[in-house]
């Protein structure tokens, strides 16, 4: 299932290189070489990610004034493209994600896209849907129409029920009433995912202007107090893109919608923890982590002392990570904030999220 996304890029070597890379991994580019245009589409669709040329001028500012404003984009993934000497900090700051930078090579462009293409999906899963039930019409290349129930509608699926299954990966074209509208919105689609009691997840493909209107006008006036999420671990976790002149940049990302002021990232990593000053371990796993702390789960929390070391083993690297315990909770475990004494201990956490972001775990599942 491609992740749609937004290249704003008047470069062309850069677009070029871009181009043949996003279809590599399952990401379809809309490419906007002119800032003006890209503004329009900011406007009338919604992407899974932007990537923005940014340079020090008018024009990238108020892409990014608008890009904070979009009623459809502001909680879209930003991936910012700026020069190899510059302070990325500043990036950071305006609401970037994570940056690559100039001139882009090949490979390491591939294996931080990569990284990035798992938090998209996990986000896309968290767009808000509406549930509903209305009849459709459905139809596929070599079958006759077939009814179908809508569940559910987001403006950029919809979830099915079909007496027969579709064929897996087929594009369906279908039409549908929505409750309280005369007109039909007609489209296509594909399938994404099916289950065996026959529920199949539609990503619409090609949407005419005005059933796209229709579905908008829709959803807005039923969306309040009505938006269901979709199910699906929260995303939490920073993208690090290593450039060969310098040193890797960790790459803070945010959102103003967590409690906890930073993202998370659900996990099962088998880990030991001990008290701090001792070595004695105790096995546990650690259920949810960010750039700040993470959840230790094990039967017999560590009450009484609050300095701890929680050792992490993976495939990919070996860390300790000193904390303090917050909270504990007998027979489940324990809240930890993490302790740094430096900025190299903060990017090996950094390290292992975008570790854990990138495997294929992440990959969308349907429930």
């Known amino acids: 299932m ?17 181009n043949l890379i996003l279809p590599e991994i399952g990401m379809v580019a809309e490419h906007a070489p002119a800032i003006s245009r890209a503004l329009q589409q900011l406007d ?31 909680g879209t993934m930003l991936i910012a493209i700026v020069d190899g000497e510059f302070n990325a ?35 896309r899963r968290r767009a808000p849907r509406i549930s509903l039930k209305s009849p459709a019409s459905v139809a596929y290349p070599g079958a006759g129409e077939l009814s179908a129930t809508l569940n559910d509608l987001s403006e950029g699926g919809t979830l099915l029920t079909t007496a027969d299954r579709l064929p897996p990966a087929c594009k369906v074209y279908f039409e549908f009433a929505l409750p309280g509208q005369q007109q039909l919105v007609r489209l296509s689609g594909e399938v994404a995912w099916q289950d065996s009691t026959g529920r199949t997840g539609i990503r619409f493909l090609d949407v ?7 579905m908008q006008a829709w959803l807005q006036h039923n969306g309040s107090g009505k938006t269901q999420a979709q199910p699906g ?105 993490f302790v740094f004494r430096d900025s190299a201990e903060r990017e090996e956490i950094l390290q292992l999220l975008a570790v854990l972001a990138a ?8 429930h």
């Open 2 to 18: 491609d992740l749609r996304v937004l290249l704003v890029c008047p470069d062309q070597d850069s677009a070029n290189l871009l």
């Open 44 to 74: 009338e669709q919604r992407f899974d990610a932007i990537i923005l040329d940014y340079r020090s001028d008018p024009s990238s500012q108020e892409f990014l004034t608008r890009w904070r404003q979009s009623r459809k984009n502001r």
């Open 89 to 123: 900090r500043p990036a950071f700051g305006m609401g970037a994600n994570f940056v690559l930078y100039r001139p882009l090579s090949a490979e390491r462009t591939r294996v931080s896209l990569r990284a990035a293409r798992g938090l998209m999906r996990r986000e």
């Open 208 to 214: 005419p202007q005005a059933s796209r209107r229709l």
């Open 233 to 337: 671990r929260p995303v939490s976790a920073p993208v690090l893109d290593r450039s060969a002149k310098q040193k890797t940049t960790p790459v803070l990302a945010s959102n103003s919608g967590n409690r906890r002021g930073e993202l998370r990232l659900a996990c099962k990593i088998g880990a030991e923890v001990y008290r701090l000053g001792t070595t004695v371990p105790n096995r546990c796993t650690l259920s949810d982590i960010s750039e700040g702390g993470c959840y230790v789960e094990m039967p017999s929390p560590l009450g009484g002392q609050s300095g701890v070391e929680i050792l992490v083993r993976t495939s990919e690297m070996k860390l300790k990570i000193r904390g303090e315990v917050l909270a504990t909770h007998p027979g489940f475990g324990m809240g930890v904030r």
């Open 359 to 366: 495997g294929p775990s992440l990959d969308e599942i349907p």
